[in-house]
Each structure stands twice: as C-alpha cells, then as structure tokens.
C-alpha cells in the first residue's frame, strides 16, 4: 500500500491531460446558488462570497492505508492530489496578500476531506461536492473511476461570484498555485491597481 510521502510525489512520466476545451464556457459565467458543506462545519454559497476566491477542483486525495483507485496514474490528470494541496497550502500567505481566499474542492465527503485537511496541515477549508451539485451547475468536467464520479482537475479564480479565469488542464498539479499568483501579479500589473480586490 502507498504510504503518506508517496502521495506527495508525482510519479515520472504521467499522461498529460490535453486541452478538450470543456471549460471553455466557465469565464464570465455567474456562479448559481449551490450550498456546500466545508471542513469548517459552515456551508459556504460560492456565489455569495465578495472579493476574489481561488478555487482548485481535484478528484481524489490518496489517504494513508488506502490504494488508489487501479490505474490512477495512466489516468490523464488524475494523480497529484496532495502535491497540489500542499502547493496552495505553501503559498496560501501569498494568495491572502494578493487578496485572495482559497479553498478545495471534491467529490468526497466532508470527514474524508476533513482528515486530508488535518494531515497536510492545510490552513483553508475543503468544500465537499459529494452530490456533484455543483460540477452539474457548471457543467464542470468530471470522470469515472471503479464506479466513482470525480472532478478532473481545473483551479476557478472568482470575483463577487463571476468567474474570471479558469486553469484547465492543470498540469503538472504541483505547480498550480504559483500559475495562480502569476496570474494574479500580471492582472495587477495590467490595472495597475495596488491589489486585485
């Protein structure tokens, strides 16, 4: 069985996921009222919150003691759950100071999340979209693994509840939250505005 620091590592040689253009639709798209449980214990409505809000979907955190679904690496996409939480976690001060919240999002419930949440020490909220209410919403794209539905993964920038940038395919995941504050220091720099709020 694959133990914790091994779900820290990126295996060499992953498939890469391309570019099937199914988020094509998601910018300047209005977020519809969907209600998630968090690992905070308070439902969050996305679409009601102000300011900017980083949100990275990934399908499935490996948990020590568990093996991942057969396959996950040949899996475009799929593998590097943990590389990217502890990405956003390793950059979360700098997302607060460019004036963003963050959190994840996934398809599993909110005890599984919240024992990823506890284990990588991760100082944001999990968002759990077990019913795939919210991947309907948007028409995120999703797939399906030994009889599961999951999220592929794709990082929604927000702003007052519109979506004004969306990282699909995301990939190498480890890297997601530094692509995510580049974008946020050129958008600065493009306004020329002192902050993104």
């Known amino acids: 069985m694959p133990g914790a620091k091994d779900f820290h590592e990126l295996p060499k040689n992953l498939p890469v996921p391309e570019d099937d253009g199914a988020c094509d639709h998601l910018p300047g798209m ?13 439902p969050v409505d996305l679409s009601e919150l102000s300011g900017w809000t980083v949100v990275y979907c990934y399908p499935l955190t490996g948990r020590p003691g568990y093996e991942l ?36 999002l996934s398809a599993q419930d909110t005890d599984y999340q919240r024992e990823a949440k506890g284990r990588l ?58 692509e995510v504050i580049e974008w946020f220091r050129r958008m600065r720099y493009n306004v020329r505005e002192g902050s993104p709020t």
């Not at 995120?140 to 979506?163: A, K, Y």
């Open 69 to 104: 679904p057969a396959g996950w690496d040949d899996i475009p996409g799929a593998r590097g759950c943990t590389p990217q939480s502890c990405a956003f976690r390793d950059h979360h001060a700098e997302l607060q100071a460019l004036g963003a919240r963050v959190f994840g």
């Open 30 to 42: 209005r977020l519809p009222q969907v209600t998630l449980p968090s690992t905070a214990g308070a």
């Open 121 to 178: 020490r991760l100082p944001f909220d999990l968002l759990s979209d077990e019913k795939l209410d919210f991947a309907a919403a948007l028409e995120l794209p999703t797939f399906e693994v030994e009889g599961m539905e999951l999220i592929r993964r794709l990082t929604l920038i927000i702003r007052d509840g519109v979506i004004e940038h969306v990282f699909y395919p995301v990939f190498p995941p480890d890297k997601n939250a530094e």
